[in-house]
């Protein structure tokens, strides 16, 4: 049932029983060290974006998307890096606009469709570097940044994009919004609901008349926010048009280069629509359902010093199609 056919069954700790043990035991527990080199560059609209980078062989780099409300400090982001890098590829490791510990310039910030900023990223590598082989990676939203990147390029991608691997994509925004916010999921919904008011309130600084401020106490869920702010910032009718027109799912048919989709069945943060089953449409596009893992987790308690996710990563990428 391993459509990739590159690793086996994944075994979780003992002291990781469900999903949500196996997203937030790994989040929380695990510290990796890793080296960046930082590298800002600047957006079309003069905004910036922070690029960590681990520069270890100048044929494949690997460009690592992280989730909502993440960083390239994260431990699921570094965990990858580090893992990669001692396999002698080079990795590019990106923070979402504002996400890289300094408030970005615009009114606006990231959101799960903004591809923009991953082609402004894109382009830059390819315009300064000159590498072989490049592969896209991501968790979570950065994931489904990346689906909505690709479906979106369909046969206009850079040829030295090869491949792409996706874990824990949110494929249907709406659903997995409402999803998280419901019963004891909800503490994930919270949590991210309060990070994201806080960046408004920093953003609210330095454009004093364009948020009403006030209003950020009454809002009670992801959906709420998105409705406030998200939407209206980015050119959206609301919350729901803005799924509808970012989620990864309506892209993926357009997809043309091999791509795995790695979704945990045991997943706290994805609806039942988020798991497109052995057949999802496109011959290039593969999916994965191991039924443990959690949300961006996926530790194994038979791998010592790596995860699951990572020894996946490698095989996968270096599997010849």
Request: aromatic share 10%; net charge neutral.
């Amino acid at each position: 049932d391993d459509p990739s056919k590159v690793i086996g069954r994944l075994s979780a700790p003992l002291l990781q029983p469900n999903g949500h043990f196996q997203t937030i035991v790994p989040a929380l527990l695990r510290f990796v060290n890793i080296q960046y080199r930082r590298e800002r560059i600047e957006t079309p609209d003069n905004d910036f974006l922070d690029l960590d980078w681990v520069v270890k062989n100048p044929d494949n780099l690997v460009i690592i998307c992280h989730g909502l409300e993440g960083s390239t400090t994260r431990a699921y982001i570094q965990g990858m890096a580090k893992y990669l890098t001692e396999k002698s590829w080079s990795i590019l490791a990106w923070n979402l606009r504002g996400c890289s510990g300094e408030i970005n310039k615009a009114l606006r910030f990231y959101h799960s469709g903004a591809t923009d900023d991953l082609e402004a990223v894109i382009q830059h590598v390819t315009a300064n570097y000159n590498f072989k082989n490049v592969y896209l990676l991501g968790f979570s939203l950065g994931g489904n940044l990346i689906l909505k990147y690709l479906g979106e390029q369909g046969p206009k991608l850079p040829g030295l994009i090869n491949k792409c691997l996706v874990f824990s994509v949110p494929l249907n925004l709406h659903d997995c919004c409402l999803k998280i916010s419901t019963g004891v999921n909800q503490i994930y919904g919270r949590r991210f609901l309060k990070m994201l008011k806080q960046k408004v309130r920093l953003k609210a600084a330095f454009y004093p008349n364009a948020l009403e401020v006030a209003k950020l106490d009454q809002l009670q869920d992801l959906i709420d926010f998105d409705d406030f702010f998200t939407a209206p910032v980015n050119g959206f009718k609301d919350a729901v048009d803005y799924y509808q027109r970012c989620s990864s799912i309506n892209f993926i048919d357009q997809i043309k280069i091999p791509t795995l989709i790695v979704n945990a069945l045991n997943d706290p943060f994805l609806s039942e629509t988020c798991y497109l089953g052995s057949n999802p449409q496109n011959p290039l596009v593969e999916t994965l359902t191991p039924p443990e893992g959690g949300h961006c987790g996926f530790a194994d308690r038979d791998l010592k010093n790596s995860y699951w996710s990572e020894v996946l990563a490698w095989n996968y990428l270096n599997r010849n199609e």
